[in-house]
């Protein structure tokens, strides 16, 4: 119960708790009353214990109000849970409530994040630019597209391609096709939907690797292809299979005996 009544004075635009959140009244009317400072930081912290509550749908919740009532001082809070907070709906939360917020002051808290030591917070940024499109982000977005964890390659993948500019897209594509190869089916998938959301400009360097000496980056250059001439067809490749035909002639071969 207390966190509910926390909840509720974050959530003051709300008409109920599960109502489509609405403007507040000066955003509607151009009126010009702000809280005062001192009332702000209740706020902040109101809205810091709120998502740290157990309940995912009081997080969601809180997540939601913030996005409601935008104001500076809350975007840490906001940035600082991205990277902790297990459950993907209300990640998907905080990053539409950063999105309503100022943009150049959630761009400059964001991109220290993108040198975190945390792979979730570099992720989760990432996927809040994607959706800012701030094109002065991409050397920084550029840099992770090779990064160590999947997750945050993935992102950084996606929102690479969000901010791409015209004429770069053949060497954005011959980077991406670097990573061909790489990780499960769905990094695999990821990358190909990646190299074919840049079209034409991704087709040399994605038939360049089909001549590629691994059967694996082969096999994934392969369904890449096939994915930039039907965009609309699903992602099939035969990377495992060729994984395990590349295990088997790497094995040590075992001499035959003769009687």
């Known amino acids: 119960m207390t966190q509910d009544r926390t909840i509720t004075s974050v959530t003051t635009p709300w008409t109920d708790a599960g109502a489509t959140p609405t403007p507040p009244a000066d955003e509607r ?39 409601s009532s935008p104001h500076g001082d809350l975007v840490e809070v906001l940035v600082e849970r991205c990277g902790v907070e297990p459950d993907f709906f209300v990640r998907d939360m905080l990053t539409w409530a950063l999105t309503r917020h100022d943009h150049r002051t959630v761009v400059a808290r964001l991109l220290p994040e993108l040198g975190s030591t945390v792979p979730q917070a570099r992720s989760q940024a990432l996927h809040t630019l994607s ?30 391609v969000t901010l791409v500019q015209p004429g770069e897209e053949a060497a954005l594509a011959a980077s991406l096709a670097r990573e061909l190869g790489r990780g499960d089916r769905e990094v695999r998938r990821s990358l ?68």
């Open 192 to 259: 190909s939907r990646a190299l074919a959301a840049l079209g034409e400009d991704a087709r040399e360097a994605v038939v360049h690797a089909t001549e590629h000496p691994d059967p694996v980056v082969r096999a994934h250059a392969r369904a890449t292809e096939r994915l930039l001439d039907d965009p609309e067809s699903g992602f099939e490749d035969d990377v495992d299979e060729a994984r395990r035909t590349a295990a088997l002639l790497a094995a040590p071969q075992v001499p035959e005996e003769h009687g």
């Open 131 to 160: 959706k800012l499109r701030d094109a002065g982000t991409r050397a920084a977005v550029l840099a992770l597209l090779h990064d160590t964890d999947d997750e945050v390659a993935r992102a950084a993948w996606r929102t690479a």
């Open 29 to 67: 009317v151009g009126g010009t009353e702000q809280a005062s400072h001192g009332e702000q930081l209740g706020h902040v912290g109101q809205l810091a214990t709120a998502l740290s509550a157990p309940s995912a749908q009081t997080r969601l919740r809180a997540a939601m109000a913030a996005g």
